[in-house]
């Protein structure tokens, strides 16, 4: 749109950050991919004991394409879990299987944090997409025309803002499936000490990149004050 020095100051180093930690989950998820585990359990059978934990008898589980595309869908009850996770035997398989199942015990038990945050999907979406515009015609009609227009400056921040609440609420969620999962490995063995520690790292590394994505957006969401809040006077 326009060179912004603050953009470079302020939201870069936290770019930077969150490109090493998507690096990490990468080389994490790789190392423990090449960890086989004792009991030869493949990723949709470690989901299933998840589930079966928890007493869950109507989500499905299926296989999809691509890497690291694993998720779980409330609206469908399914479990999609990449071919690499499904099949594989390894420790990263089982991990991220067992979060994903955390996410469906989460729904079966109305854990707050996960319904609040895909009831604010569609404003999030919309935020996304309209606050910048709203407030670059905010600000235009604000000098132009009338100085009451810059409450539409405050209109597209506070959208702008629903991005940054989404990544946060996001973190609990995140965290708690990876809880959820850790605590029924252990619990049940679905997995022995050592592969327990791996496997705790691999979903370590991955909430790193929620919490990078959330500083990132928190750092946005500070460039766009600093920037247009001044011109509310
Ligand atoms: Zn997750």
Redesign the pocket.
């Known amino acids: 749109m326009f060179f912004d020095p603050l953009y470079l100051v302020l939201v870069v180093p936290f770019i930077i950050i969150s490109m090493i930690a998507q690096y990490k989950v990468k080389s994490t998820y790789a190392k423990y991919s090449k960890v086989r585990n004792t009991r030869g359990l493949t990723g949709a059978q470690a989901a299933q004991a998840i589930l079966s934990y928890y007493g869950i008898t109507d989500v499905a589980i299926q296989m999809i394409g691509g890497t690291l595309t694993d998720?779980?869908n409330p609206k469908t009850n399914v479990i999609s879990l990449s071919q690499d996770v499904y099949n594989s035997t390894s420790v990263a398989a089982v991990g991220v299987a067992c979060?994903?199942a955390?996410?469906a015990a989460q729904y079966a038990e109305n854990y707050a944090p996960i319904k609040l945050r895909n009831a604010i999907i569609p404003i999030c979406n919309f935020g996304s997409s309209l606050s910048i515009p709203i407030i670059l015609i905010g600000a235009f009609l604000a000098a132009r025309v009338a100085q009451g227009f810059s409450i539409l400056i405050t209109i597209g921040i506070l959208l702008y803002a629903t991005v940054f609440i989404f990544q946060l609420i996001t973190l609990p969620?995140?965290f708690n499936?990876?809880r959820r999962a850790i605590k029924v490995i252990s619990e049940t063995n679905l997995l022995y000490d050592e592969e327990v520690s791996g496997a705790k790292k691999v979903l370590g590394a991955?909430a790193m990149t929620y919490v990078a994505a959330m500083l990132v957006s928190l750092a946005n969401l500070l460039r766009i004050i600093i920037r247009f809040s001044g011109r509310r006077n």
């Open positions: 998720n779980y979060h994903e955390g996410h969620v995140e499936a990876s991955a």
